[in-house]
Each structure stands twice: as structure tokens, then as C-alpha cells.
């Protein structure tokens, strides 16, 4: 089952990239960003004014991790599922000559589309690495800082990636990601139908076995801060064409849904 949600995650990423080069665009919900404008809108601020249009444009993300991680310069930051290269391009402007911003993404087109907007860029202190989320290709206690923008929901294995985050992580280092998380039960039906509308294919955790799992990871200082909650109103056209009573389900989805900012702590004793 990993390995089939793995295919699809790379199929759908895939697509996304060659979309973008063909002159589209794309969002995290799978299709173009006008059809869920609630998850993908407006994120970003004039930074992006700084970096190439199509790293704007393959943004599949639900969050803005680089304003909220507070980067310094010369700092080391990696991004977990970069995509199209934009956070990682606005976090390599953010710690400056001195640092280093590392993207890793498995998937071939958006590697691709990412160095290609490296390129046009003009930045020097960035690399793009290909492999898997659960098994960062880089050193032990080597990186100050990992963001990730809606990509680990997508992670069939979640435990191993944030592992893998706190292995990487020097001690004092911390995990500032944007996620999409979950509040409460929330019926079946509904939650396979809104996780459709929002793109989290391997489906997203709640917010308190995120922080559970970030605890037996290792971490300290969890905190869960939701940025967006998604009302039962955002998916009303999606949800009544997939045959479910919008009015009837609003009270199983409004305040279940939301995109979190979700932080953390390598404690500074820790090898």
C-alpha cells in the first residue's frame, strides 16, 4: 500500500511540474489553483516578487514555512518535498550567502523544474537533492532548519520522516512545517471526500497524534498553530458533486479541516 500511494504522490507532483511548464499552473488539491482557492491563495506576500514566476505557479502548498520558521543567515535549511523550488529559493534569500537552502523531492519533473528556477534565479547557496522524505539523503546532525509545505500528510509512513527530520536536525535545530491536520472525529464518508477536495492523498493526522508522534520522535516544544480552517462553504461545488448535503455536513467539517503551522525542537542534548 505505501509504494501505491507513493506512485500516485509522483504521478500527481509529476504532472503538476509539466502543467506548469507548459504554461499552467497548480495547486495542492490536484487541479488548477482557481478550483480551491481557500487552500492556495494567497500565501505569499511581495517575496515572491523576488524569484521566478514558475516557482510561484508549481506551488502545491497549503502554508508559507519561510515566514514562520524566523531563518537567520548563515543558517542551513532543508526543504522536505520541495516541489518547484519556491520556499526553497525564498528560505536561500532569507539566510543569505553564508547559509545553505537544500530542496528534496523524489519525483524527476519538479526536480528539474526546480533547478531550472534555481537558474534563473541567480542563487548560488542552493542545492536540489532527489530521494524520499523517509530517508533524507543527507548527514546525521547536519541541517539547523526543516520546512515542509503540505507534503508530509502525504507520507504514507510518517513516523520514519519525522525521524529521519529529528536524525538530520543538528541539536537545538528545529522543524517549522506547514500541514494539513484534522480536529476531532469526523466520519469516514466525509473525511475521504474532503481529504479529496484538498489533495491529501495518504490523508492527513490530528492535530494531537501529530503532536504525539513528534514527541515519541523525540522532539520538544511542540506546538500546533492552525493558519487556515477550512469551512464545509470552501468545498460546497466539490462535496455536492460527490453527492454529499453540504448544509447537512457543515457541522462533521467546519472547524475539523485546517492547515497548521506546526513547530518543534531537537533537544540540544541529543546526538
Excluded: H
Excluded at 506548469?20 to 494567497?42: E, L
Excluded at 533547478?115 to 546525521?140: A, H
Excluded at 547536519?142 to 541539536?171: H, M, Q, Y
Excluded at 472525529?185 to 466525509?190: L, N
Amino acid at each position: 500500500m505505501n509504494s501505491e500511494i507513493k506512485q500516485v504522490v509522483k504521478e500527481k507532483y509529476g504532472q503538476a511540474a509539466l502543467r506548469v511548464v507548459s504554461g499552467g499552473s497548480t495547486s495542492c488539491c490536484g487541479g488548477f489553483a482557481s478550483d480551491c482557492n481557500p487552500i492556495t491563495s494567497n500565501l505569499y506576500g511581495s517575496e515572491v516578487s523576488q524569484i521566478p514566476e514558475q516557482a510561484v505557479l508549481a506551488s502545491l502548498g497549503c502554508g508559507n514555512p519561510t515566514a514562520l520558521a524566523e531563518l537567520k543567515p548563515g543558517e542551513t535549511v532543508l526543504d522536505l518535498g520541495s516541489g518547484g523550488g519556491i520556499d526553497v529559493l525564498l528560505s536561500a534569500r532569507r539566510v543569505g550567502p553564508t547559509g545553505k537552502a537544500y530542496g528534496l523531492d523524489m519525483t524527476d519533473e519538479m526536480l528539474a523544474l526546480a533547478r531550472e528556477n534555481q537558474r534563473k534565479s541567480g542563487l548560488t547557496n542552493v542545492e536540489f537533492l532527489k530521494g524520499e522524505i523517509e530517508n533524507i539523503p543527507l548527514p546525521d546532525n547536519s541541517v539547523d532548519v526543516i520546512i515542509s509545505n503540505c507534503v508530509i500528510n502525504l507520507s504514507a509512513d510518517k513516523d520514519r520522516v519525522l525521524a529521519e527530520a529529528f536524525r538530520v536536525l543538528r541539536p537545538g535545530g528545529r522543524l517549522a512545517i506547514s500541514d494539513i491536520v484534522t480536529r476531532g472525529e469526523i466520519p469516514a464518508e466525509i473525511r475521504r471526500n474532503v481529504e479529496l477536495w484538498i489533495g491529501c492523498l495518504a490523508g492527513a493526522l490530528d492535530e494531537s497524534e501529530y503532536v504525539n508522534k513528534l514527541a515519541a520522535a523525540g522532539f520538544t516544544e511542540i506546538g500546533v498553530e492552525p493558519t487556515r480552517i477550512y469551512r464545509a462553504e470552501d468545498a460546497r461545488e466539490f462535496l455536492t458533486a460527490s453527492g454529499i448535503d453540504v448544509e447537512a455536513a457543515a457541522p462533521q467539517i467546519d472547524g475539523k479541516f485546517m492547515s497548521a503551522f506546526v513547530r518543534a525542537r531537537k533537544p540540544l542534548n541529543v546526538r
